[in-house]
Structures are given as structure tokens and as C-alpha cells.
């Protein structure tokens, strides 16, 4: 047998504190199959010994919850019996060595965390961020993540719905690929992980095991260096088809009631997933490695369970059904197996070849992972309003604006995702949320997913907060009421003081919005070691919102539809120049504080806009971010190529007011008659509004002076995208 | 009208199809695994979009050698009527019910997209509720339709009336712009887009509507 040395302790991720807190548990040295299964269970990716003391801070309750975190994915009542499962997942560290498999598995993984609770994923969503444009690996990067994330997602018939890019220089060693999946089940049929009871058959099922993906988390919890490249066999490789099967078979054997308890076999694969289980229902599990479906010959225990080899499933049945389970997954051309049987011991057993290769508590592998508090500095926030140049014209600022690379349409992108497959998408990528019908009624969800890193940098509480705030307002501009959201942090490495400092501010942001805005976080995911050779990410904790519109025909959409519909700002304008689209990419430069996030402000406005077009009285609406008041004004001329004329009466300084990023904002537009009566409402209830002009002609015109066609914008802001991805081909 | 829809391991608008039926003829269709020999007795047979078994080798190909698609040509060498859709058009040229082939789309890429369609045949059992040259805007969402086929079969598929939707912006590098064919007897249809995608004006338009009532004339 090996001998553990201090060098294979610190190969498997451990530190010698932990491997001795370790043996404390065994009351012996562990065998080697027993340090790899610590190795993963401990790692930050399946721990959360980092994060996990704060992220109990926050809000994960509301009378419409089902679940929370700690499942699979959380589950909220959306009324009539319907429950919506979603949870939002990063594949960053596999996808920047290998795009499009990270990719792909990724997609895989998230949506098996969805079905496993008994949802059909009826939509995904994904966060992607990568380098700058012009560093070298940006391009092919983008080509294969989103190659990737749509081979996968289109095989399996979901659509795709949305999502945001960004481009940062913070990202060149370290993309960012975070993927959403979004679910529905009957409130009466949701399927959880715990494996109550001894004496019931474990059941593997799915694709067979193979040597790929071995210690996958623990590599997504370290950091990058020049050799990240050798880590090329830890990536997993999708098989789209094979999860596609899995999905419906796994639906079909939850119509029967022979399922005591299921998890899918994610990170860390049969270990954790069997360890999970038996640790949810205060159980042990005996497993006998000898009957997994193996796709290579010889494979040893140590391999077997640390495999991420994707598509498979693990549950646990009452007894007695496992031909009936057997014979839907013959149907589906699967492989099943019956590997082991629930006890009452507590530990997982693991047998291979006759001999118990591993006996541990399972509650060594759980409970008592390491919790760190580790030690912080919070950086002081950026402050100061910046200085610009107060000559420069402003349209030609917007036409440069709407071409900038985080702000340029991302058709190239979305039009490579299947996103009206299963005939329910109302809101396709372009808008403020996506807007999917539940099938065979009224409702729809809404879904979006934001955060700004740029603010988060600056500072993270306030970037926090407005990650969660801008998810609001994107469901209520299109007429949902936010439920839940789902969140994942991805931040550097947290060994460092002042990147701990970040994580925290961060959750305390979220915490605080969610709090405010009754936006319970019912699912997340923690990645953290986003640095290469010591540089770290932006902070990005990205927020994935989900609301609910209980009749879809009165959604609102950004486009206007009329000529001669007035233009209403609601919020407040203080032209918050810090931190903006503006400043970094007219002036050539990033500094300043982040917008401020007024939560008060930011319910009671969202509420507003929201009840306007729940009532049927407001069509057309979108809400204010990135770019300010002319850019949002611009992409609602652009999808029908109907113009505006705006202007104000008073602006003392114009660039500002246009392009500054003052949070708690939205425009709609209305015929004139609604429009007074919008007005007169929202000056009665203090909330700040404007009338800006009217809808029409084919220009945008500020002023009643300058004036540029939207076509002309339109080319700019289409044109981005394809022309930086020819350079690909 | 009676209909069956085929369903593939990886068939994906396998419900899509389901429900434009159900909402056109207000009967539900039957749904056929690819594993049974003999289809139930219908008028219409959907070969819906999908990836059929994963669609590693050529997309179809391995389809175009199932159980079911014997059956399948049986239904159509008695006349019967098939509509392959996306991947249904795939299968269909793979199992030689339609001429040509269907190879990668020129740009390389997977392309979701309404797309602007002329209706360039109005004299079939799909198309009778459309006029010629009329404007239709279906969605398409594949990597692999660009139309292919020699000169001689795209002439006589010309001369015959047998092109019966053609692409206003070729999105995929289709010969001759073509989207959408008819077989030698014209009782089966393949094409990209999908007609089934635009049956409710909530999700994407109605411009499909009439293909399915053109059915419903033309077999009940």
C-alpha cells in the first residue's frame, strides 16, 4: 500500500493542518483511496470552507420558497401546483483550459442538478466573461465556450434564453462561465437527495465510468500558473445525447414512486454524490465498486470515485423496484447497475475487488470539513466624481458607446443557441429578462442574470447590492414580480486577506438587496482561485433572478412600438459618472465610486413600473444600466427602428445625463393620454419622473439639434460582434 | 385528420409537433417510438426536429436505418403523407424519401433565426393555404442545412415544382436558396425552418398555421 507522505498530501490539495485534523477523524493515517476522497470532499469547490461561515448570512426564506440552498437546486411555488427549480453553476477553470468541453459539461452539469429534483429544464441562461478583446486567447476562447454551450444545449432541446458578456482585461487568465438552468415540477413531485433508511438499494445509472475529470474540483480550487495547460486531462468531455436519455429517463422513472432519494454525479462524482446522500438522511452507504459500469478496463477504486465522468445519476429505491427501474433505462439504451445498499452504520463503505478499500463517517466528510474564518481587509471603496471632457458630442459618444465591446448586440452569440425550441420562449435574448411560458397555461417566467464587475471593484457592497437591484429591475421591467434568485460567486483567491474582503462585502451586499428587495438566494455556487500567477479576477458575484408573470400577454418588451408614444423616465438622475460605460470607454478610464444602490428607492420604483404593466397600461419598458439614459434610449429604437425625439428643459450638465449610471431607473413609453395620467400618479407617490419627448421618425434627437439615424447606430452596435470574431476564422 | 409524430432518442421538437397538432386539428397525434415496426393507421406522419441518436455520424444517417423508418417508407410508397421537419428533413434525404443531402451551414456555425421564406409552390397538400410567392417567416435552428444536390436533380426538382419554400436571405448556404422540397409524388415535404414553431402568435408568429390547415384540407 502507498505510504502517505507530506508531498502526496499536498499534491491531493490538502494542508498538513487538515490532513492532521484527518487522521483525528479515522483515528488513523488514511489509506490513499480514503485521502482522495478528503481530498475532493475538502476541497473549496464541495465544501465551501471559505465561504461557508458567510454565506449562512443570507436571506434564503419566503413564504413562496420549497427549498433552499442545500439541495440540488431551490425550488419556489409559482401557484396552481407549479414549482420552478433553477440554480445558476460556474465551469470557469475547466472551460478557460478546454472551451468547449468546460463548456458543454457545464451546461450538462447544471441542468442534471435541475432534473435530478424532478424539473423538465425549460430554459438556460449563462454569465460569461472573458479577456480583453485583443488579448491573444480572447477570441478562440469565446468561439469555443459558445460553441459548447450550445452543441450541448441544443442537442438536449432546452433553449437558451439569454445571458450577458463582458470583456475585461481581469479575465485574461481566468473566464468566467457561468450557466443557469431553470426547471418545472409539480409542487407534489420533487425529488431530494437524503437517503433515509437501511436496507435499500443504491442504484448507479447513466453513462459508464471512465478515467476523465479525475480531481476536477480540486482543480477548480487552485490557482492558475503557465502549466494550467497540462491540466487539460482533468477537463470532462460531454456527450449531449447521453444526457438527453438521462433526462428522460430519469423524468420517467420519477412518474413511478420508487425513488427514495437521487443526486446526480456532479464534481467529485460517485464520492460525493453517495456521501451526500447518506449525510443528507443520516444513513451510511456501502458501495461495491466491482458492479459500476466501467468504460475502461482496470480501473482502481482510487479512479473509480474520483471519475467526473458525466451523464450519470445515483439514487437510492425503496426495495424490491429495481427491475422496474431497470427496464425504463433498458429502454433508454443506459446503463444500470445495483452498486450498493443504505446501512445504519453512518460510513461509507467502499469494496472493490473483495476488499474494503475505504471506511469512513460519512459526517468526517460533511460536518466536519474545515470551516475557515479566514482573515480579511476590507479596501476602501473608489471615491470621487470624475473629470471629463465637457466638449465632446454626444452622439457620437452614443454611436461609439453602442459599439464598445461590453456594450455591442450579442446576436453573434445568440443566434447560435436553439432559443425557441419547446414553443414557450415570449421574450427571446435581446431584452431585459427572458420570458418563458409555463407550458399550457398563462404564466411565464421571467429569468435574467446580472452584475456589473467593474462596480464590484470598486466597491464590493455597493457592487453587491446593485448586482441584485438590476436583477429586479430587469423582471419588473417586463412585468414579472421578482421570487428568488440563485447566486455565484467568483472571486479570487480567498487565502488572501483583501480578496477575503471582497467575498464578504459581496455577500453582504446581496444579503442586504435581497433582504430589502424580498429576493430570497435559494441556490448558488462558490468559485473562487480565479487568479493566474497571482492576479485575481474582478470581483463578480453573478446574480440570477427569477420572477413570475402571472398573465404573459401583458408583458412589456424595450422596443417601442408607436410613434408619438411619450418617453417617461421614473428615478432619480444625478448623472453618477464613477465607475461607467462612458468614463471607461469615451475617456479611457476606470476610476471614480461605483454608483450608490438606494433599495427603498429601487422597491418602490420597481413596484411602480411593475403594477403599470401588470395593469395592461405600460407595453414598453427598460430599465437603466450600463450606459446610462441615451444608450437605454437607443436599444429600444433599435429593434423596430422607430426613433425618439428627448431632450430636457434644464440639463446643467449634459454628458452626465446621459450617459451616467444612476441605479433605480426605468423608461417606458405610453400614448400621450396614458402617459399624463402615469405622470400626475407617480409625482403623487414622490417617485421622480420626467418626461423626456416622443417617440418617432427614424433618428434619435437630442434637443431638437443633434440627430443620428438609428440605422447608423444599428450598424454600429451590430457590426462589433461579427467583425472581432471574423479574425477568428 | 389522423397524425403520428416519430419520436428519436434525441428528438427535441418531438412535444413542439405534438402541440401545433393538437392546436390545428384539436386531436392529439400518436407518438411512435423509433423501435416499432408498423406505424398505427394515419394520414400524416411528422418526423420532427431533434438529433435523432445524437447525430455524431451525419445527422439522419443512423435514423434513416431504424425500425420505424421502414415503416415509415411503407406509409409513403402508399401515398401517405410525411412532413420531416429540421432534423426530420435530414432523416428523409438519408433514407432517400427526398433527393439531395444536407451538409454543414456555409458559416460553420449553428444559426437560430426567424428566417423570410417565398412560398414558391402553392399546388401541394402542404402548401394549398398559401399563394404562390407569398412571404412566410419560419424559424430556423440548425448547424446543418445547407441543401445540396447535382445540377441535374436541382433542375428537375426546379422544372417539377418540387421547390416549394426558398430562402430570402440564405442564412445557410443552401443551393439555389432552397429551404423546403417535395418528393417525386409530392406526399412528402422536407424543409429547415420550422412550421411548428409558428402556430401561436404568443411564442414566434402564425405564418405555420396555414401549412397544418392546408393539411387538414388536403386528408380529411
Given at each position: 500500500?502507498?505510504?502517505?507522505?507530506?508531498?502526496?498530501?499536498?499534491?491531493?490539495?490538502?494542508?498538513?493542518?487538515?490532513?492532521?485534523?484527518?487522521?483525528?477523524?479515522?483515528?488513523?493515517?488514511?489509506?490513499?483511496?480514503?485521502?482522495?476522497?478528503?481530498?475532493?470532499?475538502?476541497?473549496?469547490?464541495?465544501?465551501?470552507?471559505?465561504?461557508?461561515?458567510?454565506?449562512?448570512?443570507?436571506?434564503?426564506?419566503?413564504?413562496?420558497?420549497?427549498?433552499?440552498?442545500?439541495?440540488?437546486?431551490?425550488?419556489?411555488?409559482?401557484?396552481?401546483?407549479?414549482?420552478?427549480?433553477?440554480?445558476?453553476?460556474?465551469?470557469?477553470?475547466?472551460?478557460?483550459?478546454?472551451?468547449?468541453?468546460?463548456?458543454?459539461?457545464?451546461?450538462?452539469?447544471?441542468?442534471?442538478?435541475?432534473?435530478?429534483?424532478?424539473?423538465?429544464?425549460?430554459?438556460?441562461?449563462?454569465?460569461?466573461?472573458?479577456?480583453?478583446?485583443?488579448?491573444?486567447?480572447?477570441?478562440?476562447?469565446?468561439?469555443?465556450?459558445?460553441?459548447?454551450?450550445?452543441?450541448?444545449?441544443?442537442?438536449?432541446?432546452?433553449?437558451?434564453?439569454?445571458?450577458?458578456?463582458?470583456?475585461?482585461?481581469?479575465?485574461?487568465?481566468?473566464?468566467?462561465?457561468?450557466?443557469?438552468?431553470?426547471?418545472?415540477?409539480?409542487?407534489?413531485?420533487?425529488?431530494?437527495?437524503?437517503?433515509?433508511?437501511?436496507?435499500?438499494?443504491?442504484?448507479?445509472?447513466?453513462?459508464?465510468?471512465?478515467r476523465d475529470g479525475i480531481h476536477g474540483?480540486?482543480?477548480?480550487?487552485?490557482?492558475?500558473?503557465?502549466?494550467?495547460?497540462?491540466?487539460?486531462?482533468?477537463?470532462?468531455?460531454?456527450?449531449?445525447?447521453?444526457?438527453?436519455?438521462?433526462?428522460?429517463?430519469?423524468?420517467?422513472?420519477?412518474?413511478?414512486?420508487?425513488?427514495?432519494?437521487?443526486?446526480?454525479?456532479?464534481?467529485?462524482?460517485?464520492?460525493?454524490?453517495?456521501?451526500?446522500?447518506?449525510?443528507?438522511?443520516?444513513?451510511?452507504?456501502?458501495?461495491?465498486?466491482?458492479?459500476?459500469?466501467?468504460?475502461?478496463?482496470?480501473?482502481?477504486?482510487?479512479?473509480?470515485?474520483?471519475?467526473?465522468?458525466?451523464?450519470?445519476?445515483?439514487?437510492?429505491?425503496?426495495?424490491?423496484?429495481?427491475?422496474?427501474?431497470?427496464?425504463?433505462?433498458?429502454?433508454?439504451?443506459?446503463?444500470?447497475?445495483?452498486?450498493?445498499?443504505?446501512?445504519?452504520?453512518?460510513?461509507?463503505?467502499?469494496?472493490?475487488?473483495?476488499?474494503?478499500?475505504?471506511?469512513?463517517?460519512?459526517?468526517?466528510?460533511?460536518?466536519?470539513?474545515?470551516?475557515?474564518?479566514?482573515?480579511?481587509?476590507?479596501?476602501?471603496?473608489?471615491?470621487?466624481?470624475?473629470?471629463?471632457?465637457?466638449?465632446?458630442?454626444?452622439?457620437?459618444?452614443?454611436?461609439?458607446?453602442?459599439?464598445?465591446?461590453?456594450?455591442?448586440?450579442?446576436?453573434?452569440?445568440?443566434?447560435?443557441?436553439?432559443?425557441?425550441?419547446?414553443?414557450?420562449?415570449?421574450?427571446?435574448?435581446?431584452?431585459?429578462?427572458?420570458?418563458?411560458?409555463?407550458?399550457?397555461?398563462?404564466?411565464?417566467?421571467?429569468?435574467?442574470?446580472?452584475?456589473?464587475?467593474?462596480?464590484?471593484?470598486?466597491?464590493?457592497?455597493?457592487?453587491?447590492?446593485?448586482?441584485?437591484?438590476?436583477?429586479?429591475?430587469?423582471?419588473?421591467?417586463?412585468?414579472?414580480?421578482?421570487?428568488?434568485?440563485?447566486?455565484?460567486?467568483?472571486?479570487?483567491?480567498?487565502?488572501?486577506?483583501?480578496?477575503?474582503?471582497?467575498?464578504?462585502?459581496?455577500?453582504?451586499?446581496?444579503?442586504?438587496?435581497?433582504?430589502?428587495?424580498?429576493?430570497?438566494?435559494?441556490?448558488?455556487?462558490?468559485?473562487?482561485?480565479?487568479?493566474?500567477?497571482?492576479?485575481?479576477?474582478?470581483?463578480?458575484?453573478?446574480?440570477?433572478?427569477?420572477?413570475?408573470?402571472?398573465?404573459?400577454?401583458?408583458?412589456?418588451?424595450?422596443?417601442?412600438?408607436?410613434?408619438?408614444d411619450v418617453v417617461i423616465l421614473i428615478?432619480?438622475?444625478?448623472?453618477?459618472?464613477?465607475?461607467?460605460?462612458?468614463?471607461?470607454?469615451?475617456?479611457?478610464?476606470?476610476?471614480?465610486?461605483?454608483?450608490?444602490?438606494?433599495?427603498?428607492?429601487?422597491?418602490?420604483?420597481?413596484?411602480?413600473?411593475?403594477?403599470?404593466?401588470?395593469?395592461?397600461?405600460?407595453?414598453?419598458?427598460?430599465?437603466?444600466?450600463?450606459?446610462?439614459?441615451?444608450?437605454?434610449?437607443?436599444?429600444?429604437?433599435?429593434?423596430?427602428?422607430?426613433?425618439?425625439?428627448?431632450?430636457?428643459?434644464?440639463?446643467?450638465?449634459?454628458?452626465?445625463?446621459?450617459?451616467?449610471?444612476?441605479?433605480?431607473?426605468?423608461?417606458?413609453?405610453?400614448?400621450?393620454?396614458?402617459?399624463?395620467?402615469?405622470?400626475?400618479?407617480?409625482?403623487?407617490?414622490?417617485?421622480?419622473?420626467?418626461?423626456?419627448?416622443?417617440?418617432?421618425?427614424?433618428?434619435?434627437?437630442?434637443?431638437?439639434?443633434?440627430?443620428?439615424?438609428?440605422?447608423?447606430?444599428?450598424?454600429?452596435?451590430?457590426?462589433?460582434?461579427?467583425?472581432?470574431?471574423?479574425?477568428?476564422? | 385528420?389522423?397524425?403520428?409524430?416519430?419520436?428519436?432518442?434525441?428528438?427535441?421538437?418531438?412535444?413542439?409537433?405534438?402541440?401545433?397538432?393538437?392546436?390545428?386539428?384539436?386531436?392529439?397525434?400518436?407518438?411512435?417510438?423509433?423501435?416499432?415496426?408498423?406505424?398505427?393507421?394515419?394520414?400524416?406522419?411528422?418526423?420532427?426536429?431533434?438529433?435523432?441518436?445524437?447525430?455524431?455520424?451525419?445527422?439522419?444517417?443512423?435514423?434513416?436505418?431504424?425500425?420505424?423508418?421502414?415503416?415509415?417508407?411503407?406509409?409513403?410508397?402508399?401515398?401517405?403523407?410525411?412532413?420531416?421537419?429540421?432534423?426530420?428533413f435530414q432523416v428523409l434525404t438519408e433514407?432517400?424519401?427526398?433527393?439531395?443531402?444536407?451538409?454543414?451551414?456555409?458559416?460553420?456555425?449553428?444559426?437560430?433565426?426567424?428566417?423570410?421564406?417565398?412560398?414558391?409552390?402553392?399546388?401541394?397538400?402542404?402548401?394549398?393555404?398559401?399563394?404562390?410567392?407569398?412571404?412566410?417567416?419560419?424559424?430556423?435552428?440548425?448547424?446543418?442545412?445547407?441543401?445540396?444536390?447535382?445540377?441535374?436533380?436541382?433542375?428537375?426538382?426546379?422544372?417539377?415544382?418540387?421547390?416549394?419554400?426558398?430562402?430570402?436571405?440564405?442564412?445557410?448556404?443552401?443551393?439555389?436558396?432552397?429551404?423546403?422540397?417535395?418528393?417525386?409524388?409530392?406526399?412528402?415535404?422536407?424543409?429547415?425552418?420550422?412550421?411548428?414553431?409558428?402556430?401561436?402568435?404568443?411564442?414566434?408568429?402564425?405564418?405555420?398555421?396555414?401549412?397544418?390547415?392546408?393539411?387538414?384540407?388536403?386528408?380529411?
Amino acid at each position: 500500500m502507498t505510504e502517505i507522505t507530506s508531498a502526496i498530501v499536498a499534491e491531493h490539495g490538502l494542508s498538513p493542518e487538515e490532513y492532521e485534523r484527518i487522521k483525528g477523524l479515522l483515528g488513523r493515517a488514511p489509506n490513499l483511496v480514503e485521502l482522495g476522497v478528503f481530498s475532493v470532499m475538502w476541497s473549496e469547490h464541495c465544501s465551501y470552507k471559505s465561504t461557508r461561515a458567510h454565506l449562512r448570512k443570507l436571506p434564503t426564506k419566503a413564504p413562496w420558497v420549497i427549498q433552499g440552498p442545500g439541495e440540488n437546486a431551490g425550488v419556489i411555488d409559482i401557484g396552481d401546483g407549479d414549482a420552478c427549480i433553477f440554480k445558476m453553476e460556474s465551469h470557469n477553470h475547466p472551460s478557460f483550459i478546454e472551451p468547449y468541453q468546460g463548456a458543454a459539461t457545464g451546461v450538462g452539469g447544471i441542468m442534471r442538478d435541475v432534473f435530478t429534483m424532478g424539473a423538465r429544464p425549460i430554459a438556460m441562461m449563462n454569465a460569461l466573461r472573458f479577456g480583453e478583446p485583443d488579448h491573444p486567447k480572447t477570441r478562440h476562447l469565446v468561439a469555443g465556450v459558445v460553441s459548447g454551450i450550445g452543441g450541448y444545449g441544443n442537442c438536449m432541446g432546452v433553449p437558451t434564453v439569454g445571458g450577458e458578456v463582458n470583456f475585461h482585461r481581469s479575465y485574461n487568465g481566468n473566464i468566467l462561465v457561468n450557466a443557469m438552468c431553470v426547471g418545472l415540477a409539480r409542487t407534489d413531485k420533487i425529488f431530494l437527495s437524503a437517503a433515509k433508511g437501511a436496507g435499500n438499494p443504491v442504484v448507479y445509472f447513466g453513462s459508464k465510468t471512465g478515467r476523465d475529470g479525475i480531481h476536477g474540483a480540486t482543480m477548480a480550487s487552485a490557482e492558475f500558473d503557465d502549466a494550467s495547460e497540462e491540466k487539460r486531462p482533468t477537463v470532462q468531455v460531454g456527450d449531449p445525447f447521453a444526457e438527453k436519455l438521462l433526462l428522460e429517463a430519469t423524468l420517467e422513472l420519477m412518474a413511478t414512486d420508487a425513488i427514495i432519494a437521487i443526486q446526480d454525479m456532479g464534481a467529485a462524482g460517485l464520492t460525493s454524490s453517495s456521501a451526500e446522500m447518506g449525510d443528507k438522511g443520516g444513513s451510511g452507504i456501502e458501495l461495491n465498486l466491482d458492479h459500476v459500469p466501467q468504460r475502461e478496463a482496470n480501473m482502481t477504486a482510487y479512479e473509480m470515485l474520483l471519475s467526473e465522468s458525466q451523464e450519470r445519476m445515483l439514487a437510492v429505491l425503496k426495495p424490491g423496484r429495481e427491475a422496474e427501474a431497470e427496464r425504463i433505462f433498458k429502454k433508454w439504451e443506459l446503463d444500470f447497475a445495483v452498486i450498493g445498499v443504505t446501512t445504519d452504520t453512518g460510513r461509507l463503505v467502499i469494496k472493490h475487488k473483495g476488499q474494503v478499500q475505504a471506511d469512513m463517517p460519512i459526517t468526517a466528510l460533511s460536518d466536519a470539513a474545515p470551516v475557515y474564518e479566514r482573515p480579511f481587509t476590507h479596501r476602501a471603496p473608489a471615491k470621487g466624481e470624475p473629470a471629463y471632457d465637457k466638449s465632446r458630442p454626444v452622439l457620437a459618444s452614443l454611436e461609439k458607446t453602442l459599439a464598445a465591446p461590453d456594450m455591442a448586440s450579442r446576436r453573434w452569440i445568440w443566434e447560435q443557441y436553439d432559443n425557441s425550441v419547446m414553443n414557450d420562449t415570449q421574450q427571446h435574448p435581446g431584452g431585459d429578462a427572458a420570458v418563458v411560458r409555463v407550458h399550457g397555461t398563462k404564466k411565464a417566467l421571467a429569468i435574467t442574470t446580472d452584475v456589473t464587475p467593474r462596480y464590484c471593484r470598486a466597491d464590493p457592497l455597493e457592487g453587491g447590492k446593485q448586482a441584485v437591484a438590476e436583477a429586479c429591475r430587469n423582471l419588473n421591467a417586463v412585468g414579472a414580480t421578482p421570487l428568488a434568485a440563485t447566486d455565484n460567486l467568483n472571486f479570487g483567491n480567498p487565502q488572501k486577506p483583501e480578496i477575503m474582503g471582497e467575498v464578504i462585502a459581496g455577500i453582504d451586499g446581496i444579503g442586504e438587496a435581497c433582504r430589502a428587495l424580498d429576493f430570497p438566494i435559494i441556490s448558488g455556487n462558490c468559485s473562487l482561485y480565479n487568479e493566474t500567477n497571482g492576479e485575481g479576477i474582478f470581483p463578480t458575484p453573478a446574480v440570477g433572478g427569477v420572477g413570475l408573470l402571472k398573465d404573459a400577454s401583458k408583458m412589456a418588451t424595450i422596443a417601442f412600438k408607436r410613434e408619438g408614444d411619450v418617453v417617461i423616465l421614473i428615478g432619480e438622475t444625478h448623472g453618477h459618472l464613477g465607475q461607467s460605460i462612458y468614463l471607461r470607454e469615451i475617456e479611457g478610464r476606470e476610476e471614480g465610486a461605483s454608483p450608490p444602490v438606494d433599495l427603498a428607492a429601487e422597491k418602490k420604483h420597481g413596484d411602480f413600473v411593475r403594477s403599470l404593466i401588470e395593469a395592461g397600461r405600460v407595453d414598453t419598458c427598460h430599465d437603466l444600466s450600463d450606459g446610462g439614459l441615451l444608450v437605454a434610449i437607443a436599444e429600444m429604437a433599435l429593434p423596430k427602428g422607430i426613433g425618439a425625439s428627448v431632450g430636457q428643459a434644464s440639463i446643467p450638465h449634459a454628458i452626465p445625463f446621459w450617459f451616467g449610471e444612476d441605479q433605480g431607473r426605468y423608461l417606458i413609453a405610453a400614448p400621450f393620454a396614458e402617459a399624463e395620467k402615469i405622470v400626475a400618479e407617480a409625482r403623487a407617490a414622490y417617485i421622480p419622473v420626467a418626461e423626456l419627448g416622443k417617440t418617432g421618425g427614424n433618428e434619435i434627437v437630442i434637443d431638437d439639434k443633434a440627430r443620428i439615424g438609428v440605422a447608423k447606430l444599428r450598424a454600429a452596435h451590430e457590426g462589433w460582434f461579427p467583425d472581432f470574431m471574423k479574425a477568428e476564422l | 385528420m389522423k397524425s403520428a409524430v416519430i419520436v428519436f432518442p434525441a428528438s427535441n421538437c418531438d412535444r413542439d409537433a405534438k402541440v401545433a397538432l393538437e392546436e390545428m386539428t384539436g386531436q392529439t397525434p400518436h407518438m411512435v417510438w423509433h423501435q416499432e415496426t408498423e406505424l398505427p393507421d394515419v394520414d400524416l406522419v411528422i418526423i420532427p426536429g431533434g438529433f435523432s441518436y445524437g447525430d455524431y455520424l451525419r445527422c439522419g444517417a443512423m435514423a434513416s436505418q431504424s425500425p420505424v423508418m421502414r415503416a415509415v417508407r411503407t406509409h409513403a410508397d402508399k401515398g401517405g403523407a410525411v412532413l420531416g421537419i429540421c432534423n426530420g428533413f435530414q432523416v428523409l434525404t438519408e433514407s432517400h424519401l427526398l433527393p439531395g443531402a444536407l451538409m454543414r451551414n456555409a458559416g460553420l456555425k449553428f444559426v437560430c433565426k426567424p428566417v423570410a421564406l417565398t412560398v414558391e409552390e402553392s399546388q401541394s397538400a402542404f402548401t394549398r393555404g398559401y399563394e404562390n410567392g407569398q412571404t412566410v417567416t419560419f424559424p430556423i435552428a440548425h448547424g446543418e442545412g445547407n441543401y445540396v444536390a447535382d445540377d441535374e436533380t436541382l433542375d428537375r426538382l426546379e422544372g417539377e415544382g418540387r421547390v416549394v419554400f426558398r430562402y430570402q436571405a440564405n442564412p445557410n448556404g443552401s443551393a439555389r436558396d432552397i429551404a423546403g422540397i417535395l418528393s417525386e409524388k409530392r406526399n412528402v415535404l422536407g424543409l429547415m425552418p420550422h412550421p411548428e414553431r409558428v402556430v401561436d402568435p404568443a411564442t414566434g408568429g402564425s405564418d405555420g398555421r396555414a401549412l397544418f390547415k392546408s393539411l387538414i384540407e388536403a386528408l380529411s
